[in-house]
Each structure stands twice: as C-alpha cells, then as structure tokens.
T-cell receptor, first 115, second 114 residues
Framework: DTGVSQNPRHKITKRGQNVTFRCDPI?????LYWYRQTLGQGPEFLTY????????KSRLLSDRFSAERPKGSFSTLEIQRTEQGDSAMYLC?????????????FGQGTRLTVV | DAKTTQPPSMDCAEGRAANLPCNHS???????VYWYRQIHSQGPQYIIH???NNETNEMASLIITEDRKSSTLILPHATLRDTAVYYC???????????????FGTGTLLAVQP
C-alpha cells in the first residue's frame, strides 16, 4: 500500500506527558498537511508543509504543538504537556504540487486519548 | 473561502441514487466545489471537484447550478459501503507555494439502508 501512513493508530497518554505522531506521505508528494478532528466535527487545519518548509500554521496550533518535516519526506507532530482537550483524531494528508489536479490523500489518523 | 450549508443527515435505500445537496451562495468566481467523504474511523477520501461544468467520475457525478450558488453530489447506485459523512467544500485552487488547505464543515451523514 503506497498511501499515507500514520503511526501510531492509537495513543493513550496521561495528562502532562509529551506525545509524538509520525506521518509518511505518498512518496512523490511534496505537500503535507496536519488536521485535527474532534467528535462530531469536520477536520480542522493545523499546519502545512511544502517540502521541508512549514508555510502555514493555524491559530489552533498552540505553543505546545510543534511539527517538523526535516528532509521533506516524513513529518512529525509533537504535543507537549498534553491536556484533556487535546484528545482528538490527528490526520495527515499529502498532495503533489506538480500535478495541480492531484487532491489531498489522507491517512487513517492517530487517535489520541488524554486521561 | 466561502462557507457551505449541508443537511446534517440523509437516508437512501440501497441501490437507489443518493442526491446530496450543498448551498454555497457566497462562492466566488475562482472558487472550486470539492466533495470528500469520511467513512467511520477513516481519513477523508476525495470524491470529485468542479468549477462550473458538471463533472462525472467513477465514484460520483457533480451537478453545479448555473449561478454556482448550489451543487448536488450524486451517487448513482448507493451501496451500504457508501454510508459516510460527506463534506462539501469550496475553495480557491492555489498554485505555487500557497496552501491548498481544506476547510471542512460538519457535512452530511448519509445512511444507506438495506
């Protein structure tokens, strides 16, 4: 399967702990997005990378959140000092800039539960 | 990006056509209409998009009104596996380095009944 891969699929953590999620996009895609989705809501945009450059960050991305894409391939999303309100599904998507008709492909997501 | 309005839920009988409406009365001339769907516990899946002409692919058809203020996604022969939340999104398609982020609403939960 050459789709977008996210790990882990599920994460349970205690409040105050740090967590890190990984996203492996489709190999030829240079654009990468992170979204967050809470129960009953549509996904909300968090941040966007083109290659290794982080070009846009949502106001939802507080100082406790940081995302990286060091070599323009995989990306990580870290949440420091987790809070119960961080419990959500974190989705990663990728797309290609070269082909303007290529739309975003999403991974299965990482479901975070903060207890 | 323009906002969209969708009914919160719809039912459809298996094998029948599912017609999902979307209102986007404030759409701008350079904004496209996109449809994604999200099956339970999965990431969203791209279905189709269009600017002003009707579009069809292997998954669905998209009918956009002449004034572009509304559209309808048509699943010609709905199956149980089409049960999902369907999102209608309008946005400008950016080129170069600008983001092509998606702004999701709450969508329409389509329940296909056997």
């Amino acid at each position: 399967d050459t789709g977008v891969s996210q790990n882990p699929r599920h994460k349970i953590t205690k409040r105050g702990q740090n967590v890190t999620f990984r996203c492996d996009p489709i190999s030829e895609h240079n654009r990468l997005y992170w979204y967050r989705q809470t129960l009953g809501q549509g996904p909300e945009f968090l941040t966007y990378f083109q290659n290794e450059a982080q070009l846009e960050k949502s106001r939802l991305l507080s100082d406790r959140f940081s995302a990286e894409r060091p070599k323009g391939s995989f990306s990580t999303l870290e949440i420091q000092r987790t809070e119960q309100g961080d419990s959500a599904m974190y989705l990663c998507a990728s797309s290609s800039q070269r082909d303007v008709d290529t739309e975003a492909f999403f991974g299965q997501g990482t479901r975070l539960t903060v207890v | 990006d323009a906002k969209t309005t969708q009914p919160p839920s719809m039912d459809c009988a298996e094998g029948r056509a599912a017609n999902l409406p979307c209102n986007h009365s404030t759409i701008s001339g350079n904004e496209y209409v996109y449809w994604y769907r999200q099956i339970h516990s999965q990431g969203p899946q791209y279905i189709i998009h269009g600017l002003k002409n009707n579009e069809t692919n292997e998954m669905a058809s998209l009918i956009i009104t002449e004034d572009r203020k509304s559209s309808t996604l048509i699943l010609p022969h709905a199956t149980l596996r089409d049960t999902a939340v369907y999102y209608c999104i309008v946005r400008v398609r950016h080129y170069g380095g600008a983001t092509n982020k998606l702004i999701f609403g709450t969508g329409t939960l389509l329940a296909v009944q056997p």
